[in-house]
DNA sequence: GTCCACTATCTAGTGGTACCGTGTACCGGT
DNA sequence: ACCGGTACACGGTACCACTAGATAGTGGAC
């Protein structure tokens, strides 16, 4: 499947949200999953920015730790803002994946 | 539910050339079926802009009719190009919206 | 007979978000 | 010594929904 770029626009964000819910996590480590995850194309540039915002908006903390197989890795877990944004995101994507599963239905 | 605009980038197009496709009809009326289906907050501009989009990008007919009630409508009705537009859409979105309900799920 | 609400379209400008390309740097194997 | 994998950062671009305002036709309330 390719150039999901628009389509992942609004929800990327909550897609790495939620990976660092699950577990304490880095950047590198969280492009590697979204792409086994079927998100092919999505590249670590994309997730650094996704990460600097959530920081800058007060949702995660970050720590930087030393790893033994390259450069240090910057982890990050979700604070309580973070969860409280992760519950609002899962709610609006259940009502516009709702609304928009019934128009492909063609319900009316 | 409020405050959808993010996460409705790149599939408020494809609700549009669906409701299209169900049937010839006009934006004000486009609007006002997005708003029922629970669109709340979509306004009249918003679809206005995608209708010119889909038109330049030659995925749609225009035709300008009288009203009884107001000023001219302009009907739209999907060509060959839209059919297979919608059909990409609809693949991309069966797609990402599996993939991000098996993330939600926890699915390792 | 004037105002107002509803119907109907159009457009220039704004902001948010994913993506691109590139640079920096640490590590291990050959 | 070099190269591929690991890891982060950042300036610039493109796309798309939204804002806010302008224009205009119809009909009802007063």
New interface residues.
């Given amino acids: 499947?390719e150039d999901?770029?628009?389509?992942?626009?609004?929800?990327l964000e909550g897609?790495v949200l939620?990976?660092i819910g699950?577990e304490e996590t880095y950047g590198y480590a969280i492009t590697r999953r979204l792409n086994e995850?079927?998100?092919a194309d999505v590249v670590e540039g994309t997730v650094y920015t996704i990460l600097v915002r959530l920081e800058k908006n007060g949702l995660v903390e970050a720590a930087k730790r030393p790893s033994e197989v390259g450069p240090p890795r910057k982890f990050y877990t979700l604070n309580d803002a973070g969860r409280r944004h992760l519950a609002t995101f899962?709610?609006?994507?259940e009502?516009?994946?709702a609304?928009?599963?019934?128009?492909?239905e063609?319900g009316r």
Same sequence: chains 1, 2.
């Avoid at 899962?90 to 994507?93: F, G, I, L, Y």
Wanted: charge should be positive; proline fraction near 0%.
């Fill in positions: 499947m999901l770029t628009e389509m992942l626009k609004g929800t897609c939620q990976i699950t995850l079927g998100f899962w709610a609006k994507w009502y516009v994946s609304r928009i599963d019934e128009l492909k063609g």
